[in-house]
């Protein structure tokens, strides 16, 4: 039996997955799972693709106004805050845009039915 791959990708890792997926369209044995993919980059036809997306996500779905405030008001804030009470995190880390955290859990059953349609 030939062997099979499964890509997985998460934001901007679902992007490069999706350029991946893009350049092998032809390979019948090359699956992904792409979760909360940004709006912006290559966007395959595959029919290999599981996207999994949440409607609430601002960066899947073009709202940008949220995303302007979540890049340049609220995180810039919300660093400032943690630098102040000494915590030192990242500014990617004060990075907080609504709807883009993903529980898998919660897609488990998309998940296992991709797997099971296509994979098995």
Known sequence: TEKKIILIGLSNGALLVDEIMEKVKDKENIFSIEI???????????????????????????????????????APLRWLKNFILGEGISFNSSVEIKGHNYILQKHKIKISNFIDEKII
């Open 36 to 74: 909360g993919k940004p709006f912006f980059g290559v966007h395959s036809e595959n029919k290999n693709i599981l996207l999994i997306r949440n409607p609430e996500d601002r960066l899947c779905n073009k709202d940008f106004v949220e995303l302007f405030k979540s890049l340049f008001i609220f």
